[in-house]
């Protein structure tokens, strides 16, 4: 037993080794990110690359919120990702459930449409996606990057289809025996077993609206309804010269709240002791 | 028994959106592709042209090869590394969280930061790959600037962004039943036999999904390609060269067709994929 | 249920944010101007809006449309959709395409009728760079042609006579110049490094060199193609001297400082050629006194066929198609130009370098080198096929030299390019 244990422990610090390495790795876009938000600006470009700054230099800081109203346009692109998080998760969680646990007329046919959805480069379709808005007098409106979300996003309807279909059949049969209907099985049974998926895609419900930079230029016009990926871009001029210091200052303060929000929504992706067993 | 209709009463949101956001661009930009609109102007109807011009192109078949060869080497590169790293993080460690947070972090980075920072990172001369390597004296190549290592480069990148699908891993490995690895323990199993056992049969249905998704990511590689360019065609992605079509040179009709040449490919082979599904995804 | 109720919140919510959008009318006297600048460009821009409103009292205003990135995919978006804005900012290059499309409207004879701004008070090369076909079809309202800045500092340390601010060197004086001062020098930590005499990662264009040897791209009939005459290989055998002897850090190597203009600042590289408008004596305020250097100025060099060229970057105000038959929106657009020229940036006037100072005082010691600069300020012939032709100049021959400058071969490659851009012209 005693051995055991120790065999334990040294396999906990291996692990906690090879996470650390890795975490390096994976930090050091994020570490570039803070040390050149800290420097003045010609200590950003130095050979070789100067890793720590020397001084705490905070001016990019002041000189980012000078030039781009960050707060206003987080507080924009929060409410473009909150309208549209709720529609996005909950419709392609229907619809996955109508694809994964029924069979109907048509149906692989119509989930082939749906991953063939996926396939077309957006580039080509969104032109003639921006003259249908502007025709119908959504032109300055965030109602074009909200609206489709109420009708599901097929990569998500897609993983959670492949999710749905996981669980064993007894699972609905049981709660039709007591008289329960579809809707009421998939609320009351299948959205609370699927928390962490459901986690999953409002994750990237969350992140795609918060890194979406050519849907929103395409649709927004008027700069009191920037997002903050608009407000970014804001630091590069079109010849190509970037403030980098205040780029990298906007940054950092734009991917607070999204750590937050990781940091916050990972405890879902931790084993479920409860449900186990369910499955399988 | 109902339950057929009742199944096409859930998909019923999906097929009105379908029908009213999706389908019409689509029918456009078919039209589109056999004119030779340019975006600003007016559209004339050139029948298939701009399809003939396609497999003329030598551009055509030299970007498309440079991304097949990403592809095929990419997609099991990021499956793999995805599925080891989760297999890392699915455990009650104390501080997981925040090591889930870090390995997910650079699924969070827009392209274009991370296409930056990785300038640095294989810039030949003091990016962090080639000090390494001279430590062990060893002469690093040119990374994005020499042909021959363009598509390397792009491969690193491309498994340090892998945790794009981590999350979904931790979805799966989080539902298996703790029971599955207690009876491989009574039978003996070994690490190592557990995870190709239980575990990986378990997971082949995420696997399955992240195959989909991977091979449509690889063929629509655009952003850090667009922004590291360098080698010159060498590097040039099958998407940067319809990018460049569509956009620099206004030639929006051909760009289209370019994009339903990829879309048939992407079907076909997606396709072949959900054909073979039955013989490994667990279900 | 909790759910319907949600969902009601957010559904209102949507209904709101969709009412809160007013449908920009397009009355007469309401013009959208779509501009590049962002960020602290962009309050500049607004002032001079604010101002040109403010003068108009009431008789037309004008809004600004930024457009933060991807400027052109935007605004070819709003064209396409009858949502054009009613001016628009264009770098030259694309001029003659965007006229050629029938996007934007034909200037000439509202320019050649006005009172305040007519053609002969712009520079010819600056004005040419704005036409199609012979007509005008956009206002310059910026041009920022090639000098060579140099630091006097490091030219003293090897102790080389300064050039003279307005007699330029010849290409050859260029890379001997730049020859001497390929030196390596100690860091102040004792480490050494290696100075460059210059930078050319890509920059000056190619249209540079091919007009060093005395050729061109295009001919100013906008027809013949010149990329594979005998004085454009011999301006790509400037570039590939300079590529080969040294004088330049490697291409892989450039963007190790982030970008080439970085070089100068370092004092790694002892000349830049950079437009007239670039700030390094307006950055260097910023930095500390030991990175801080003397800056001279001398005009490009002087080609094989005795001319001198500066590569001149210009952007004008075009005017979308829909305004062609109202007269407010050209008077409102003069208006405009006439405040622009007042800015921070080198105005496209003839005989007006004096504002340069009045507008940036640091620019005093450049004058005399600016004015020569304007001088001899041109642009390439544009045509339609513009894009096509000079991507691949740019992938298939400037990158070729640039990644393997020992074993290129640029003239076969230059042929192939004439052959595929009379291809071009020849679909016409």
């Known amino acids: 037993m005693n051995s055991n244990s120790r065999k334990v422990r040294i396999n906990k610090a291996i692990l906690y080794l090879v996470l650390s390495l890795g975490s390096v790795l994976m930090l050091l876009p994020f570490f570039w990110m803070i040390s050149t938000a800290l420097k003045p600006d010609n200590a950003i470009f130095t050979v070789p690359i100067q890793w720590f700054p020397q001084t705490l230099y905070l001016n990019n800081f002041i000189r980012a919120m000078e030039v781009v109203p960050i707060m206003r346009y987080m507080f924009n692109t929060f409410l473009i990702a909150a309208l549209k998080i709720f529609g996005e998760v909950f ?150 010269e970037t403030l980098w210091g205040p780029l990298m200052a906007a940054s950092f303060i734009a991917l607070i709240p999204v750590i937050l929000i990781l940091l916050f929504a990972q405890r879902y992706f931790t084993e479920g002791v409860k449900m186990s067993g369910i499955k399988g | 028994m109902p339950k057929q209709k009742v199944g096409f009463y859930f998909i019923l949101p999906w097929l009105v959106g379908l029908i009213a956001f999706t389908i019409v661009p689509m029918l456009i930009a078919l039209y589109i592709s056999m004119t030779n609109w340019s975006i600003i102007g007016s559209a004339e109807f050139v029948g298939l042209a701009n399809f003939k011009r396609i497999f003329e192109e030598g551009m055509f078949y030299e970007t498309l090869w440079i991304t097949v060869r990403y592809a095929l080497l990419a997609v099991p590169m990021t499956i793999a590394t995805a599925f080891i790293v989760a297999i890392f993080l699915n455990n009650n460690l104390r501080f997981i969280g925040i090591y889930r947070t870090i390995f997910y972090m650079p699924a969070i980075v827009s392209g274009v930061a991370v296409a930056i920072v990785f300038k640095w990172v294989l810039d030949p001369n003091y990016g962090v790959i080639n000090s390494l390597l001279a430590n062990f004296g060893i002469d690093g190549p040119n990374w994005l600037y020499d042909p021959n290592w363009v598509l390397p480069s792009y491969l690193i990148m491309a498994v340090w962004g892998a945790s794009g699908g981590l999350l979904t891993y931790l979805v799966g490995l989080k539902d298996i039943p703790r029971s599955l690895y207690e009876s491989a323990d009574l039978d003996g199993a070994n690490f190592l036999q557990k995870v190709r056992h239980v575990t990986m049969p378990m997971m082949t249905p995420i696997i399955f999904y992240n195959m989909i998704m991977g091979i449509i990511g690889a063929f629509r590689k655009f952003t850090d390609a667009y922004v590291l360019g360098g080698a010159g065609n060498q590097g040039k992605f099958y998407m940067v060269y319809l990018y460049e079509e569509a956009f620099a040179f206004y030639n929006m009709g051909y760009a289209t067709a370019l994009a339903w040449v990829l879309f048939v490919i992407i079907l076909t082979l997606t396709i072949i994929i959900n054909i073979s599904k039955k013989y490994w995804v667990h279900t | 249920m909790k759910l319907k109720g949600l969902a009601l919140c957010l559904l209102t919510l949507m209904v709101i944010t969709a009412c809160g959008t007013t449908n920009s009318g397009n009355n007469e006297n309401e013009f959208i101007f779509a501009t590049w600048a962002a960020g602290e460009e962009l309050q500049e821009f607004e002032e001079i809006i604010n101002q040109v409103n403010e003068n108009a009292d009431g008789e037309y205003t004008v809004k600004a449309l930024s457009i933060p990135s991807d400027y052109y995919i935007k605004l070819a978006t709003q064209i396409s959709s ?260 007042k800015w921070k940036v080198a105005s496209p006037l003839e005989g007006q370098v004096e504002r340069v100072v009045e507008i940036d005082p640091h620019k005093e010691e450049a004058l005399e080198t600016i004015e020569q600069s304007l001088l001899i300020a041109r642009s390439a012939n544009y045509i339609p096929e513009w894009d096509v032709i000079n991507n691949r100049l740019w992938v298939d021959l400037y990158t070729g030299m640039l990644n393997a400058p020992e074993s290129f071969d640029y003239e076969a490659m230059a042929k192939e390019i004439a052959d595929f851009a009379r291809n071009e012209i020849n679909k016409r």
């Open chain 1, 91 to 240: 419709v392609s969680a229907l619809v996955a459930y109508g694809f994964a646990r029924f069979n109907f007329k048509y149906k692989n046919i119509l989930f082939m449409v749906l991953l063939a959805t996926m396939m077309l480069p957006y580039e080509v379709t969104m032109i003639p996606t921006f003259i249908i808005w502007s025709r119908l007098g959504f032109a300055d409106s965030y109602v074009p990057l909200i609206l489709p979300a109420y009708f599901g996003s097929a990569s998500f309807i897609f993983f959670l289809r492949m999710y749905f279909q996981t669980y064993p059949k007894e699972l609905e049969e049981s709660a039709l025996i007591d008289g329960a209907s579809y809707l009421q099985i998939f609320i009351r049974i299948f959205v609370p077993l699927s928390k962490a998926a459901l986690m999953t895609i409002g994750m990237w419900s969350f992140m795609g609206t918060w890194n979406d930079l050519l849907g929103q230029l395409i649709y927004i016009n008027s700069p009191e309804k920037y997002t903050i990926q608009l407000g970014l871009a804001s630091f590069s001029n079109m010849t190509g």
């Open chain 3, 82 to 341: 009858n949502n054009a804005p009613d001016f628009f900012w264009m770098t030259q290059e694309l001029i003659s395409r965007y006229a050629n499309l029938g996007a934007i409207t034909d200037l000439t004879e509202k320019l050649e009728q006005s009172e305040q701004l007519t053609p002969d008070l712009f520079y010819d090369g600056v004005l040419a760079s704005a036409t199609y076909e012979d007509r005008y079809y956009g206002v310059p309202w910026i041009a920022n042609p090639l000098m060579i800045y140099y630091n006097k500092d490091l030219f003293d340390q090897e102790g080389i006579d300064h050039p003279s601010p307005t007699d330029p060197w010849t290409w050859d004086e260029f890379i001997e110049v730049a020859k001497e001062l390929t030196v390596i020098k100690q860091d102040g930590n004792g480490n050494d490094y290696q100075q460059f005499g210059t930078v050319v990662d890509g920059w000056p264009n190619i249209e540079t060199f091919m007009w060093a040897g005395g050729g061109d791209i295009i001919a100013e009939d906008g027809e013949d193609i010149l990329i594979d005459s005998a004085e454009s290989l011999e301006g790509l055998s400037i570039l590939n001297e300079i590529l080969t002897s040294g004088i330049t850090p490697s291409y892989a190597q450039v963007s190790s400082l982030g970008s080439n203009n970085v070089w100068f600042e370092k004092q790694r590289a002892a000349m830049f050629m950079g437009g007239i408008q670039d700030n390094f004596e307006e950055k260097m305020t910023r930095w500390e006194e030991e990175e801080q250097f003397e800056i001279g100025y001398t005009p490009m060099p002087v080609g094989q066929d005795g001319e001198a060229y500066a590569f001149n970057w210009t952007a004008s105000t075009v005017m979308s198609i829909d305004q062609a038959e109202n007269p407010l929106a050209y008077q409102a657009l003069e208006d405009i130009t006439l405040e622009f020229f």
